[in-house]
């Protein structure tokens, strides 16, 4: 039995090494455009459950408070992160965030229901309980939360924090 020379195969198996090649490699590219849009797609997903949670607690509470003035209605988060070397802030990640946000949430609502007058101690108790407290953030990573401003305005209390990642020891 004769074998026939590999020299006739030569360029039909370079040209289907190199298909084979950008085969791959448009797969590894298209896998990777694709994690890139999943996660974009899971963060706005998590901001999205977030403002759902907030609209629908705001939405119970309203109803709740419709007919009393005067008293604490809802509370609202603002969340501004440490500094680094350079002066300029370093964002949280979404997802961070939002965990962080519904732990004081949980905390701070024992104000809502309260007079808005009886804020100035009550204010204070809340500084002195919640000032270095550590929450518990993704990926064993904990956060020291400091109070930096209490603002009480039409059955609103905004409240302004810095959370900073806890220093190992």
Do not use: C
Request: cysteine-free.
């Amino acid at each position: 039995m004769r074998v026939p020379s590999f020299d006739r195969f030569r360029r039909m198996s370079t040209a289907l090494g190199i298909f084979v090649l950008g085969m791959v490699a448009g797969a590894a590219v298209y896998n990777g455009l694709f994690a890139a849009k999943f996660d974009a797609l899971v963060e706005r997903l998590h901001e999205t459950e977030e403002k759902l949670g907030e609209y629908e607690l705001e939405i119970r509470k309203l109803t709740n408070y419709r007919n009393q003035h005067g008293i604490i209605k809802s509370v609202v988060l603002h969340i501004e992160t440490g500094r680094g070397p350079d002066g300029s802030p370093k964002p949280l990640d979404t997802v961070t965030e939002t965990r962080l946000k519904q732990q004081l949430r949980r905390d701070l609502s024992a104000f809502l229901g309260r007079s808005v007058y009886d804020i100035d101690s009550e204010a204070r108790l809340a500084r002195l309980l919640l000032n270095g407290k550590v929450y518990k953030g993704l990926k064993n990573t904990d956060y020291v939360v400091e109070i930096r401003t209490v603002l009480v305005a039409d059955g609103t209390m905004t409240v302004w924090v810095t959370a900073r990642p806890r220093l190992p020891g």
